[in-house]
């Protein structure tokens, strides 16, 4: 059977470059067990059963709000998910009634975890054949310090495959960032208020835990991926170790802060928190606002305006939820036609930690002269003190990222260190341009007389 090549429509492939470079063959790429397709599914349906078991303790208890907040979180996290696997998916164009029947149930990642897994198994099976349809796809490649154009097949079935895994990494942030973000910090709240540690909320918040860290470590790999699109990209062990420890402290450090503070001034706090979520989730609206620019149309083609406006809101929405909790690695900017800044942009990066920073050591502060006695008979002072050094040492580890563990490294144009010497100089620089500048009037004085 001869065998059919489809050019893929990805903005990364481009002829006139690919004329002009030499291409190097590589290897076809090997399909590998979907690990992370099953490990979402699994911490997904893992906090949605402990979330089920806490409401039932909770209506049980005659604890209605604490049963109302705590069901909300998961339902509006859990249809945010559904929405995300079936526009990725594209079921709406489908005749899928199944699938569409276990979305509405809120069970999309399960039928959709047991299609990728058919999807490996068929691939297994079929191993060492050829398929009659491929794809041919085109990256660039840093090889000892070179930029190397590399082209391979990519079979239909393992695109397919790729697709599920994007759309599981996708899944996984919004579970983390619109659900499990909320619940972690209200159910830390409500243990703080109740001195009360029953099984069922550990479980739930040792859930959510876990799917914060492993979607703030997917936020940076796929804010790799955007920025790098043209480039094949691989992490190492050492890279995503350094990734997790960092995003663990950032984010638990916050967290806890935030439940402190809260816990010490009760509703006083949230309009503070309200105030704080409002302004990331305007700014990029108020940018695009002031450039002028017309709404994109390249999100899907089969959207009105209305659906594009909808995607953006939710983004949006996504956006304001990672930044709230920790840095999101990239910028959005709905001007632009991709709708994020893929320059590198360490000035965003730094006027973000310098603010979650002010905020954090305000928040602590307030707790540590304002806060009722919690924890045991831990030292307020004590406690301020650790999470802010577990904050800052969160910062380290990502400053040590940035400088000697990015994989593509080599292409900034000024690394941390370099921006940290323009920041800390750039006065010093000006005094002595200016100083530079008076004995040369005076010279230029003296010759005009």
């Given at each position: 059977?001869?065998?059919v ?7 990364n492939v481009d002829p006139?470059s ?10 076809n790429?090997?399909?590998t ?5 099953l490990f979402?599914t699994?911490?997904?349906?893992g906090e949605?059963?402990s979330?089920?078991?806490?409401v039932?303790i909770?209506?049980k208890n005659s604890?209605?709000y604490?049963?109302?907040?705590t ?5 509006f996290?859990s ?12 079921d709406l164009?489908k005749?899928?009634?199944l699938?569409l ?6 069970l999309g990642?399960v039928?959709?975890?047991?299609e990728a897994?058919i999807k490996?198994?068929?691939?297994w099976k079929k ?7 491929v794809s041919l796809?085109?990256?660039k490649?840093l090889?000892?310090?070179e ?5 391979w097949e ?5 695109r ?6 994007n ?5 996984s942030?919004i579970?983390?960032?619109l659900g499990?973000?909320?619940q972690?910090t209200?159910q830390l709240y409500?243990?703080l208020i109740?001195?009360?540690v029953p099984?069922g ?5 040792v859930f959510?835990?876990i799917?914060v860290?492993y ?11 955007i ?6 990209i691989r992490?190492?062990p050492l ?5 997790t420890i ?7 450090s916050?967290?806890v802060?935030?439940?402190l503070?809260s816990?010490?001034?009760k509703l006083k706090?949230v309009p503070f928190l309200l105030?704080n979520f409002?302004?990331i989730?305007f ?7 002031r ?11 089969n959207?009105s ?7 953006l809101?939710?983004?949006?929405v996504l956006?304001?939820g ?12 709905l ?7 893929k320059?590198q942009?360490?000035?965003?990066m730094?006027?973000h930690?310098s603010?979650r ?5 305000v928040?602590?502060?307030v707790f540590n ?8 008979d831990?030292?307020?002072s004590?406690i301020?003190?650790?999470?802010i050094i577990?904050?800052?040492i969160?910062?380290g580890f990502?400053?040590l990222?940035?400088q ?5 490294r080599?292409?900034f144009?000024?690394?941390v260190v370099?921006?940290?010497?323009c920041v ?8 002595r ?7 040369c ?5 003296q010759s005009?007389?």
């Amino acid at each position: 059977m001869d065998r059919v090549y489809e050019i893929p429509e990805e903005s990364n492939v481009d002829p006139i470059s690919s004329l002009e470079e030499d291409v190097i063959r590589g290897a076809n790429p090997r399909f590998t067990f979907p690990f992370g397709i099953l490990f979402s599914t699994f911490l997904y349906c893992g906090e949605a059963a402990s979330t089920l078991y806490m409401v039932r303790i909770y209506r049980k208890n005659s604890e209605t709000y604490w049963m109302a907040y705590t069901l909300s979180f998961f339902m509006f996290s859990s249809i945010m998910v559904q929405l995300t696997l079936i526009f990725v998916h594209r079921d709406l164009a489908k005749d899928k009634p199944l699938s569409l029947f276990m979305h509405l149930i809120l069970l999309g990642p399960v039928i959709r975890c047991l299609e990728a897994m058919i999807k490996y198994l068929t691939l297994w099976k079929k191993e060492g054949q050829e398929e009659p349809y491929v794809s041919l796809t085109r990256k660039k490649m840093l090889i000892n310090g070179e930029e190397v154009l590399i082209e391979w097949e990519v079979g239909h079935s393992i695109r397919t495959l790729a697709m599920h895994r994007n759309a599981y990494k996708r899944m996984s942030q919004i579970q983390a960032f619109l659900g499990s973000v909320p619940q972690l910090t209200y159910q830390l709240y409500v243990t703080l208020i109740s001195a009360e540690v029953p099984m069922g909320r550990v479980v739930l918040m040792v859930f959510s835990l876990i799917s914060v860290t492993y979607g703030a470590t997917l936020c940076n790999m796929l804010a790799i991926q955007i920025k790098y699109d043209e480039y094949k990209i691989r992490l190492g062990p050492l890279e995503v170790l350094c990734i997790t420890i960092w995003r663990t402290l950032e984010i638990t450090s916050r967290l806890v802060i935030l439940v402190l503070f809260s816990a010490t001034l009760k509703l006083k706090a949230v309009p503070f928190l309200l105030l704080n979520f409002l302004i990331i989730l305007f700014e990029p609206w108020v940018k695009f606002w002031r450039s002028g620019a017309q709404m994109p149309n390249n999100i899907e083609k089969n959207f009105s305006r209305v659906g594009t406006l909808v995607v953006l809101i939710s983004i949006t929405v996504l956006y304001a939820g990672i930044n709230f909790s920790c840095w999101s690695a990239l910028q959005l900017k709905l001007a632009d036609r991709d709708l994020v800044d893929k320059g590198q942009n360490w000035g965003h990066m730094g006027l973000h930690y310098s603010v979650r920073f002010v905020e954090n050591v305000v928040m602590v502060l307030v707790f540590n002269f304002f806060g009722v006695k919690v924890l045991l008979d831990y030292c307020h002072s004590l406690i301020a003190l650790q999470l802010i050094i577990a904050y800052l040492i969160s910062i380290g580890f990502m400053l040590l990222f940035f400088q000697y563990l990015h994989p593509l490294r080599s292409l900034f144009t000024h690394n941390v260190v370099d921006y940290l010497h323009c920041v800390c100089c750039r006065r010093h620089l000006r005094g002595r341009i200016e100083n530079s500048e008076l004995p040369c009037d005076a010279q230029a004085r003296q010759s005009i007389v």
